[in-house]
Structures are given as structure tokens and as C-alpha cells.
């Protein structure tokens, strides 16, 4: 993956948007915690969110505006973002909270509350300080400008170690189409929830439920396949905008082919962004693809591997450079997906260490463990008795994961 | 919970029941791994197995013989048991190992096959060295004794830290019954894999189908409601069998009142040895009782339990003492059970936390942290829904379980 500059704001702009970012001293003093994101007339906005049976109120909130978002084309959107507070399990005032940020930005953009969308990433149970907010709304929208998306990446952190970034363009037809995309991670330290928030934004002209279709396919793939630890956050959203800017015929039904080719790009922009947060997860060493095959269906593959990958023993071994495939065998038989034991192959990289239900014959521990040693691994398990697939990303367990999650609480 | 004085083997005797165990070398050297238990001719056997699709060939071995085991009341029962191998993944020669262990033991006791159970404990994928088994089955078979069973519970433990045993009489009319476990815990060490093994003998005369009724009830309350980091071993197996020795009448009828009497005792056995496994679990240095209360029903009551037992933030929060109820809030969340966040209570200990949806009023957060100072801790939460009900143990998760689970393969 190349490494991104984030030097210069100006390479990552889309006619249309506008972004602003400060420091609303939410939980940490000087730090970026606010963010606006402002979408002329005529945008979309498509989203998925977390299934959680606890969902905060920022994301029940932006979900009705999402829904209701085909209906209210003719009026910019706004989509404030705070870190600090996650706004969740703070009963009937998170929800009044929420309602007055949206109605102070309501009132000083001139925009209808039902386009503006918010999200939420913090602490857990503690009342969202939704007056510091307000505050710094006018400065907050004064300020808008179309580059300064670097600094929202960076105002969306909690516990991420960097900023994730991603600008992509292609072309369709004749012209060129943009895509930028930033993501917070799932790192999380006491007492904070973590939480994955991702804001893509596109010039595309398309309808919205073409882009909703696409945006719920796409998550599935990238951030909905990824795992740091299990555990699903009360407040994780995925929204996938276009400013409906760029110089093309409007893409209306399911069966353009222009499609296509906008899905690949968007589809990269989303994979890589997923792949950072994992990277970026909590005391994780190590970057683990896994990628089944021959399942009885995509399902039944999706379980294998996130059942692999959530394993504790098998992460503890990867943490260990240990090539311990055992504990492989145990993760797929605890996911109660239907296998037969000896059409299981298992591959660590171009390695094939188990067949005919047993370790292979050639099987070379020393080779196993060299290879275990990269930072970026492949586990692929080959079940043999279908056509079902899936690719899920995850990391190792370390010390310092425990470190940051139980050590340290201020 | 009572320490128990292992010094006197003499106490914990069943009538019809005998014991052997000795050191087969299967692993490590002079320590015991290899043991018999000998039940006499009228004895029944029932079980419950793991769920796993990578069930080892013992697993399917003895749950065959559990099966016909009321047709062949006529002649003993054996148990074998081995650690040092779990004899998992191990081809068509895992399946064959084991029918030679059982002739060898068939022959030396003019027994059928059919009356022989087998469980293996250890490392996962290496084949079974079942001669050094068979050499050992002579003097394996001459050193049956009544009194021997503490050497039993340490022959088949593998990184269990202390053995695990339970005797308890009753009085059931006018005599007394006896029943006897022992089990061995879900300690894991790489390369092996943790199993859950536990034989339990009464001497009640009881029926097999009331007998294997009472097993699998009670092991969902006990051994299956117990969690150290949520996987699955593919060799898990719970026997419990009588010698029908015990003066009385025999239990023929479900409606029988004495099984009400008989299942509260083997019901404490059970609970007590599956806390003892936790209590040992890997790194685990608290015991948690989750304790769920008003679910929509039992079910949605457990997978709500286990839902934070096997969280990995709500663990490493408990081992850093800390009271963080939003992350229990987290993981009731992402069970996917109903529940409605406003009715939703959690106390911990006998703090409520959490009312209204939202952190209680009077929440004392300096009570709450001096409450998770102490080694045996209770979280419970009334979902305020319906009438479900679970309880669950789980342990906290430390840096040691990372530790022996990464860092010190041989």
C-alpha cells in the first residue's frame, strides 16, 4: 500500500464539499474533536450502520436521515462528527442533545433538520456537553472550506494512531470521477468504546438507491470484514455521499455499466480504509488476510473466518509467530458450519499444511514458522466441498492489547 | 467453597467403581497421563459431548458406545483416558489407534468394545503413540484399585495447575448415595489444545434414559455455562455413570420424586468442578458470576451471558479492576437479542448501576472500583422484559493468557 501525504489538503478535494474542523475541548483540551461536513444541493447520502442491539442515538438519528435522504434533494447536507463522547446509554437526553446540535446547525445554515446527519465517538454513558458544540457552530461554519480534509481525519480519532485517508480518481467515460474517503478505527482505551465511523465522498451522478445497493454491498466486503477483537460498537457508521458534481449523464438504473467500474474504485477506497483501522488496531503486531474457500456458501465461508479470526488462541499463536494450524482446525469446528474433516487444506501463505484430514506429509515446521514472521500474513482455508468464499481481515492479540484495555484507565 | 483434603484416596469411594493410572511417557516423562476407570457389570454410562465439527475420533468413539450403552447392561464399563495427545486431526490413523487401545483393553479384561470409552486430552494433529498405551495396559489393568482416584484427577489433567475433585453423600429415604467427580480444565498451553474432560460416578440405581436426561440438563447448567476465552475444544466430554450399587428401590419413572433429590446434589458437583476450571483457566486471576435476569427467555438469557463473559474489552476491564459498565452495555448490545435500553438494569455486586437507560443517579463509581478489587465478582442485569433467566461463570482475560499462549512454545 503506498503511503499517503498528507502535506497538502489541496489534492484531496471534491467540487462541492466542504469540511471544518476545531477543537471543542469535548473530552481532551487542544485537540481537533469537531467536524462539519457540508454537501451542496443536489447531494446524496447513503449509509450503513451498526447492528448493534444498543445503538447510540446519533446513529438511530442519522439512519432516519438517511432514509428520508432521496425525498430532500433539493437542500445541502451537513454531517457533524464529534470524538471524546460517544453519546451512548445517556437515555432521553443523548436524544435531546442530538436534537438541539442539529437544530443550531439547522438555523445557522438555513438548512431543514432532516439533512443533517451526526455521529458520535467516546466515551459510552456520559452526557454528550452538547453546549460546547453549539458553541462553536458559527466558527465551525465560517470556516468551512473544500480542503481541509486532512484535518477531519485527524478531529475523528479517539484512540487511533494516525490519521486514514484515502483520494482516489478514475475515468468514466470521458471525464474523471473522485472519491475520498476518511475512517476512524476500532482502536479503544478505557473507559472508551471504540467505534469505526468511515465518511466517503464521490462527485458521481447517481440515483440514491443505486448508491444505497452499492454502499451495503461494498460494507459487507470491506468494513463489515474486518475484526480487531469481536466486540461491535454501539455507534459504527458508514456513509457513502455524492455531491452529484461530476461532468456525466446520470447513472439511474441498476443495469448501467458505469456501475461497475464506479464499484471497483469505491470498493478500494473502502478495502484500504478497513485494512487501516485493523492495522491500527489495539496493540496488533501483525495484518492477517483470511480467505476461505469451497465452502457450502459465502455465508458459511463469512462464519468460518470471522469464527478463525475472533479466535483468542488463534491470535495469541499469530501474536507468537507460531504456526500453530490446531488451533486453525479448532476455530473452524466451533463455528458449527457444516465441513468434512478431510477435505480441509489449510495454507499458511503458498504453504499447504493440512489434507486428507491430517497434517500434510510434506509438511515443514521450520518453513511454517520463517513464514510466520511477516508482518502481513495469509491464512487460507480451502473446506472443498462448495463454492462459497469470503475475505475477512484481522489482526494478532498481544500484551499491549490487555496494557491499553485493562492497565491503563485515568 | 470448601478445600479439599486430597491426602486420604480412601474417602472418595463408590462401591463398584475402580481406578488405575500411571505414567505412559505420551508426552512428557515420569508424570501420570495414562488412566482406567473400571466400572462393574450393571453399571450405565450416559454423556454429553462438544458440539464441535472437528470432533476428535474419541469424541465419536464414545459417544457411539454411550448410545447402546442400556442395550449391554451386562458387563462392565471401562473408561480410558490419556493426556499428553488429543489424538484430534489425526486422519484415518487417529480412528484406528483408538480400536487398537480399546482390543487391548477388551482382551485384558474379557470385556466387549462396546463397553469401552475413550477421551484424549493434549496436543491436536500429531498421531496417537497408542503402543506405548497398549504396553502399559497390563499393569494398568492389575493396579485397579477402589481408592485411587486422586491419582486419576492429576493423571488426566494437562496445564491444569491442581487437580479437581468432588465427593458428596446424600440421604435419599433411608441411605445414603454417593457420587464422585473429577475434571479436568480448559488451561491451554501452545501447542496443545485446552479440553474439558470431566467422569463423575454415583451409585445410584437409576435408569439410563432418566440417567442421560439428568446429564444433559445438568451440563447445560454447569459445564456449559462456563467460559475462560470462548473456544471450543474439539475432544470435550462429560460422562457421569453409576455403579447402581446403592441400597434403595430403583428409578424407573421420570416421575419419580427422588430425582428431584439426586439432581440437586449431582447438580452442586457438577457446578462446583466447572467453577474450579475457570478458576484455573489460563491467566485467570478472578472468577465472575454473570447473572442474567429478565430476558425475553432462558435462551436469550444465555447468549446474552455469554455475550459478556466473552468479550474481550468486558474481560480486560474486570482484570484491570475497573467498573466499566459501558462496555457490558456494549456486549448485551451486539448479542443481536431483543432488549429495550431504558429497561435494561446492571448491578454490580449489589450497586445498581444502570436505570432508565442511562447511568443511575446515585452510581458511586468509587464503590463500584472497590468492588472490583475483590477475586470472586457478580454482574447481573435484568433486562426488566420478561421471565428468562442464565447464569453464567467466565474469568477476566491477562496479559499471563497471552503470555502461555503466545510467547512460550516449545
Redesign the interface.
Known amino acids: 500500500m503506498k503511503k499517503i501525504d498528507f502535506s497538502n489538503n489541496k489534492k484531496f478535494m471534491i467540487k462541492g464539499a466542504r469540511f471544518s474542523s476545531l477543537c471543542a475541548n469535548i473530552k481532551y483540551k487542544n485537540r481537533l474533536d469537531l467536524t462539519l461536513i457540508l454537501l451542496e444541493a443536489g447531494s446524496i447520502v447513503t449509509g450503513v450502520f451498526t447492528?448493534?442491539?444498543?445503538?447510540a442515538p446519533s446513529v438511530i438519528w442519522s439512519k432516519k436521515v438517511v432514509k428520508s435522504a432521496s425525498k430532500n434533494a433539493e437542500e445541502p447536507i451537513a454531517i457533524v462528527i464529534n470524538s471524546g463522547n460517544a453519546n451512548?446509554?445517556?437515555?432521553?437526553?443523548?436524544t435531546q442533545a442530538i436534537e438541539k446540535v442539529v437544530l443550531e446547525i439547522a438555523e445557522n445554515l438555513k438548512i431543514s433538520k432532516k439533512r443533517i446527519l451526526m455521529a458520535s465517538t467516546g466515551?459510552?454513558?456520559?452526557p454528550l456537553p452538547y453546549k460546547k458544540i453549539i458553541d462553536k457552530i458559527p466558527s465551525l461554519t465560517q470556516n468551512l472550506t473544500e480542503n481541509q480534509v486532512v484535518d477531519c481525519a485527524k478531529a475523528i480519532m479517539t484512540t487511533d494512531t494516525y490519521p486514514k485517508l484515502r483520494f482516489k480518481k478514475f475515468k468514466l467515460d470521458k471525464n474523471f470521477i473522485s472519491i475520498l474517503g476518511i475512517a476512524k478505527g476500532s482502536g479503544?482505551i478505557?473507559?472508551n468504546?471504540?467505534t469505526m465511523l468511515s465518511f466517503i465522498i464521490t462527485d458521481i451522478k447517481i440515483s440514491y438507491a443505486i448508491l444505497q445497493k452499492i454502499t451495503s454491498n461494498l460494507s459487507d466486503k470491506t468494513f463489515n470484514s474486518i475484526t480487531v477483537?469481536?466486540?461491535?460498537?454501539?455507534s459504527d457508521m458508514v456513509l457513502v455521499s455524492t455531491t452529484s458534481n461530476a461532468n456525466m449523464k446520470p447513472i439511474k438504473k441498476f443495469s448501467d455499466n458505469r456501475i461497475k467500474q464506479f464499484s471497483k474504485t469505491l470498493e478500494l477506497v473502502m478495502k484500504e480504509l478497513a485494512i487501516e483501522i485493523v492495522k491500527d488496531g489495539e496493540g496488533s503486531n501483525k495484518l492477517i488476510e483470511y480467505q476461505i474457500i469451497g465452502a457450502l456458501n459465502d455465508k458459511s465461508a463469512k462464519n468460518i473466518a470471522l469464527s478463525i479470526a475472533?479466535?483468542?488462541?488463534v491470535k495469541?499463536?499469530i501474536?507468537?509467530e507460531?504456526p500453530?494450524?490446531?488451533?486453525i482446525?479448532?476455530?473452524?469446528?466451533?463455528?458449527?458450519?457444516?465441513?468434512i474433516?478431510?477435505k480441509i487444506k489449510i495454507y499458511f501463505g503458498k504453504y499447504l499444511i493440512?489434507n486428507?484430514?491430517?497434517?500434510h506429509k510434506k509438511y515443514d515446521e521450520k518453513k511454517a514458522k520463517d513464514y510466520m514472521k511477516n508482518t502481513n500474513l495469509l491464512v487460507k482455508v480451502d473446506l472443498g466441498i462448495g463454492r462459497g468464499i469470503a475475505k475477512v481481515w484481522g489482526c494478532d492479540?498481544?500484551?499491549e492489547?490487555?496494557?491499553i484495555?485493562?492497565?491503563?484507565?485515568s
Open positions: 447492528n448493534s442491539k444498543t445503538k451512548a446509554f445517556t437515555g432521553k437526553k443523548g466515551v459510552i454513558g456520559e479503544m478505557a473507559p468504546m471504540a477483537d469481536s466486540d461491535t460498537s454501539t475472533n479466535s483468542p488462541l495469541t499463536a501474536a507468537g507460531d500453530n494450524w490446531g488451533r482446525i479448532m476455530a473452524i469446528g466451533k463455528s458449527g458450519e457444516n465441513i474433516q478431510e493440512t486428507n484430514g491430517r497434517v492479540f498481544t500484551k492489547y490487555i496494557e484495555n485493562a492497565d491503563y484507565r
